[in-house]
């Protein structure tokens, strides 16, 4: 029974990425945009979390780092804070970071909690695991820059742009709460087990496998988005010498 749980498990920490698909719009939501409705906020925020395997992979590894309760309230709520800073901030003043470095990065976050929930950095680079609650202050931010990336491909005017921003940003934490219940109520299922000290270890595997597939995702879109402007940019030169 115990076997079953843990490929249960397993499959679908490896399966995340097909099953929550991508950020996409349906019709109707970029229609509910267009007619300017702000509830439709709420929806994205909330869908863009349930949706976001990067944040739902750091989510999941962060969980696996703490054993209390206590602790889980307070690194969440640290990381809720952090990455709403920035999330408000950023989207306020139109603070604009290339959205495929962030995504990187974002992927190094699930790498760092991962190895950080192996113990690697003592193992492999003989030096302690440094502040665990500082690093996930900084992953926060980063994270809010991503959501803030997500949130300014949408059509806001001027007076809007708070009200818009705050629905956003509840929808992300409602996203957030039931995104977090289901990884407990998962874990649960494991933690008495005997067999629970296997499943952790190779979840922690499985996600530093996916924190690598999802970086090179990122910088391989982004050496084809830089490329594909070099390219544009030097049929344009070429173009305009042949004119004169």
């Given at each position: 029974?115990?076997?079953f749980?843990?490929?249960?498990?397993?499959l679908?920490?490896?399966?995340?990425?097909?099953?929550?698909?991508?950020?996409?719009?349906?019709?109707a939501?970029?229609?509910a945009?267009?007619?300017?409705?702000h509830?439709?906020y709420?929806?994205?925020?909330?869908?863009?979390?349930?949706?976001?395997?990067?944040?739902?992979?750091?989510?999941?590894?962060?969980?696996?780092?703490?054993?209390?309760?206590v602790?889980?309230l307070?690194?969440?709520?640290?990381?809720?804070?952090?990455?709403s800073i920035?999330?408000a901030?950023?989207?306020?003043?139109?603070?604009?970071?290339?959205?495929?470095?962030?995504?990187?990065?974002i992927?190094?976050?699930?790498?760092?909690?991962?190895?950080?929930n192996?113990?690697?950095?003592?193992?492999?680079?003989?030096?302690?695991?440094p502040?665990m609650?500082i690093?996930?202050?900084?992953?926060?931010?980063?994270?809010?820059?991503g959501?803030?990336?997500?949130?300014?491909?949408?059509?806001?005017?001027?007076?809007?742009i708070?009200i818009?921003?705050?629905?956003f940003n509840?929808g992300?934490?409602?996203?957030?709460?039931v995104a977090?219940?289901?990884?407990?109520?998962?874990?649960?299922?494991?933690?008495?087990s005997?067999?629970?000290?296997?499943?952790r270890?190779?979840?922690?595997?499985?996600?530093?496998a996916?924190?690598?597939?999802?970086f090179?995702?990122q910088?391989?879109?982004f050496?084809?988005?830089?490329?594909?402007?070099?390219t544009?940019?030097q049929?344009h030169?070429?173009?305009?010498?042949?004119?004169?």
């Open positions: 029974m115990n076997g749980k843990i490929l249960t498990a397993l679908l920490l490896f399966l995340l990425p097909i099953c929550v698909g991508a950020h996409e719009l349906a019709p939501e970029k229609q945009i267009l007619n300017g409705s509830s439709v709420l929806w994205l925020g909330a869908k863009h979390m349930l949706t976001g395997v990067e944040h739902l992979l750091f989510i999941f590894g962060m969980v696996f780092l703490l054993k209390r309760y602790d889980v307070r690194y969440v709520t640290t990381f809720t804070v952090a990455h920035t999330l901030w950023a989207t306020y003043y139109g603070v604009s970071i290339n959205y495929i470095l962030v995504e990187a990065f992927a190094i976050s699930v790498l760092y909690i991962a190895m950080a192996l113990d690697a950095f003592r193992r492999l680079f003989r030096v302690p695991t502040n609650f690093s996930v202050m900084i992953f926060g931010l980063v994270h809010g820059m959501l803030s990336e997500r949130l300014q491909e949408f059509p806001m005017t001027g007076e809007h708070l818009n921003t705050l629905l509840i992300v934490e409602f996203g957030q709460i977090l219940s289901c990884i407990l109520l998962w874990l649960s299922l494991f933690r008495k005997n067999s629970f000290e296997f499943f270890k190779i979840s922690n595997y499985g996600l530093i996916m924190s690598f597939l999802l090179f995702m910088i391989s879109t050496h084809y988005h830089h490329s594909a402007e070099n544009g940019t049929m030169t070429n173009s305009t010498f042949m004119m004169e």
